[in-house]
């Protein structure tokens, strides 16, 4: 393995402050641009060069897109934990309701408004999260781990005789998607679907189309449960005394099925680079103490949680507008330098890649669990797994809000992968065509566009032997 144990925090370090090579900034009050090449490659000289405006900074998301990002590990704490003045609801965005923010933006659809616990407040919001934190509660951690081992040794048995692998896209991106599959109860067609458009609005893959495809299957998937319900979150979900509608289970499914792959892929995909580049994870059974490093340095999901003022206000020093759009940077608060010192004398678990207070990470117990039974997996069937090219030589996709590397090739001795296939899932409907709906020609056509038989039918095929 490489030993690349330092965190990519070139410029921390610095008295004066300094524009990271290729920002466009060169003196205080520029917005710096967070979606550039130069920032994936090295965010942290960019949160070094954040900090001499405070805790907050004029960030700029996309072409157009003016926000204040908070690095401060107190000040983020404040914002997230004072519901009363900093509202998540998307429709106070006084920028876009201005018409200042283009329909188009890559950004607008991971900040505009929709009816789901993420972008709610008050006792809207506390009705929909306790149907999410209730249905997740029902999901045991024998259940988690053989779904997630039934998903890993599909997986591997894809490249097992090669010797060869890109651990993020062959492994890392799939794994979520298909747990949550099985989890959810997506039958065959309506799983193809939903894979295809969380792929593509997350890769930027014609994000409209895949949009418009993600939606139509999971109204699809409400539909089938219920007529038939099965043991499965959708069903659970929908069973809750909070009595979802199905546009409101449409939108919550969404939000779990989107923002549960992309963060856990990127945790799996964080937590691979740490164990395959630093020495010390060589020793193994350091997989636990790999996901807390990862959480601190490499946090899935980097610059994120938008809230916005109730009204005209003075934060952490800076005036703040009502209405102005406010992203907390995990990634650099769980770095501040106050931190330095304190951080391994804590509780290592004290980051805040999980977000915190009303808005906090519903899921991760289950996203640590699944986590480190995939992980193991992979290790326990792979022993010899290495990094195939230098670790200075891997590049990190560009985007303000995530924290993902665009590949992690590595190689193996080529083994014959192991068929283990544990327990089939329980009454999930997994097998059963969704319900016969008369479609509009258009729906009809878009449908044909997709193909025939995906990866998700693919792997219920292998499942039923």
Not at 378 to 404: C, I, M, Y
Request: proline content about 8%.
């Amino acid at each position: 393995m490489n030993n690349v144990d330092s965190m990519d925090n070139m410029g921390a370090g610095s008295a004066v402050p300094v524009p990271p090579p290729g920002c466009p900034a060169h003196q205080l009050g520029d917005r710096l641009p967070m979606y550039t090449g130069d920032f994936a490659a090295d965010p942290q000289a960019y949160y070094a060069y954040m900090r001499h405006y405070g805790p907050t900074a004029p960030v700029e998301l996309a072409p157009g897109v003016d926000a204040t990002l908070v690095t401060d590990y107190t000040a983020a704490l404040q914002l997230l934990q004072n519901p009363g003045v900093f509202r998540k609801d998307a429709r106070r965005w006084r920028a876009f309701n201005e018409g200042r923010v283009s329909m188009d933006s890559p950004v607008l659809p991971l900040l505009a408004y929709r009816p789901n616990a993420m972008f709610t407040d008050g006792a809207d919001h506390l009705r929909l999260r306790q149907a999410i934190t209730d249905s997740f509660a029902r999901l045991t951690s024998q259940r988690l781990n053989q779904s997630t081992e039934r998903v890993s040794n599909y997986l591997i048995s894809q490249f097992a005789g090669r010797g060869s692998v890109d651990l993020l896209n062959d492994y890392a991106k799939q794994l979520p998607l298909f747990v949550f599959g099985e989890l959810f109860g997506c039958p065959a067609d309506v799983g193809d679907r939903v894979l295809f458009g969380i792929s593509g609005i997350f890769d930027g893959i014609n994000a409209e189309k895949a949009n418009e495809v993600l939606f139509q299957a999971v109204n699809e998937l409400v539909a089938l449960k219920r007529s038939r319900p099965g043991d499965d979150v959708t069903s659970w979900l929908m069973q809750h005394q909070a009595r979802l509608t199905d546009e409101e289970m449409a939108h919550q499914l969404v939000l779990l099925l989107g923002a549960g792959a992309e963060p856990l892929r990127n945790l799996l995909g964080n937590t691979l680079y740490l164990l395959l580049t630093r020495d010390r994870y060589a020793k193994g059974g350091l997989i636990e103490e790999a996901i807390d490093d990862a959480l601190w340095e490499h946090p899935p999901m980097s610059n994120y949680a938008p809230h916005y003022a109730t009204e005209d206000l003075e934060f952490a020093g800076q005036k703040i507008e009502a209405g102005e759009l406010m992203v907390v940077s995990f990634a650099a608060a769980n770095t501040d330098p106050v931190l330095a010192t304190s951080r391994h004398m804590s509780d290592n678990r004290a980051h805040l890649a999980w977000s915190a207070g009303p808005h906090a990470c519903p899921s991760k117990d289950a996203a640590r669990l699944i986590t480190v039974a995939g992980i193991e997996n992979l290790l326990n069937e792979l022993p010899d797994v290495s990094l195939a090219v230098p670790a200075d030589s891997l590049t990190w996709r560009p985007g303000p809000f995530n924290r993902a590397l665009a590949g992690l090739p590595a190689r193996f001795t080529p083994v014959q992968p192991t068929v283990r296939k544990p327990e089939a899932p329980r009454r999930t409907e997994l097998d059963t065509p969704a319900p016969v709906r008369h479609e509009q020609p258009e729906n009809v056509a878009s449908r044909q566009q997709q193909p025939e038989k995906g990866v998700w039918s693919s792997f219920l095929t292998w499942l039923r032997g």
